[in-house]
């Protein structure tokens, strides 16, 4: 075990896989170099075959890993901003997620496209910021991952460059560069995909959050404390397959649940996590479930902090909510 970053544990499980299986190679824009660091020294050790860098041409690399995922191979495609899946739309959503109900079974596509998305670069503005993983939500066929830590990003990418059928891989830009540090193994280790992690134990509330609203809603957790509000966190680590037994499990004990993404609230995958709650527990809830997400606007240049939710925004919802009683 040692303390990684998120960005390292994501490095030190693409060197891991490769070395492990030859068939898994990886391509896309800049991978040689890594816009930001994630695919570094792989071109050094794997060379120019099994490390590729590729025009800008984001439908291409996806069509291409499609054809080389159903002839055998593991390919794994760096999209460098999740906003431009929109031009592999096609690609991913009418042919990897559908090629092994077409072929009966016969074949599958186990390929991985990591995207990084999200807000925290100031520099980049709507068209680079974006939290993407309610698009593919409502797609059949397609598994959906969003680490939120380190240990986690390193696992469930394992995970996902085994699986047999097609993953969006979504890491958080901003979590690239936090300082913040997690024990993680040296060694090869899996994180089961579809299965949720209760970062922190509670019985007042149950906040289910996405990526780097779990980092959040932690910090939101520690202040609640201190006022004797004991929350309790899941973070559901795939989006689909979606750990419905543990939300259920939890909001059935609590009573109480706040659903926190940064994407846009309306047709985000909390409304999805809400109904299901809805259907499957109202009896349980002591107060209306609340839902906390993006602004209903474009992701704007420098003040981007100001459209998604934060700690402050966690702590008094949550605060509000335990003075209801059912």
Partial sequence: MSKKTYLQALNEALF???RRDEKVFTFGEDVEHGIFGVTK????????KRVRNTPISEAALAGAAVGAAIMGMRPIVEIAFADFLT????????SAAKIRY????VLSCPLVIRAPMGIG????GMHHSQCVEGWFANVPGLIIVCPSTPYDAKGLLHASIEANDPVIFLEHKKLYFTSEKEEVPDEYYKIPLGKSDIKRKGDAVTIVAISRMVS??????GILADDGIEVEVIDPRTIKPLDKDS???SVKKTGRVVIVHESVKFGGIGGEIAAMIAEDALDYLKAPIVRLGGKEMPVPFGIQEAISPQIDDIVKTIKNIVTVIK
Avoid: H, R
């Avoid at 020294?41 to 120019?48: I, M, N, Q, S």
């Avoid at 077409?102 to 079974?105: A, K, T």
């Fill in 216 to 221: 959040f809603s932690l910090q939101a957790a």
């Fill in 247 to 249: 939300i259920i499990g």
């Fill in 121 to 124: 670069l100031k520099d980049l």
């Fill in 41 to 48: 020294g792989l071109k050094d050790e794997f060379g120019p």
């Fill in 87 to 94: 031009i592999c739309m096609d690609n991913i959503v009418n």
């Fill in 102 to 105: 077409l072929s009966n079974g």
């Fill in 16 to 18: 891991e896989a490769m």
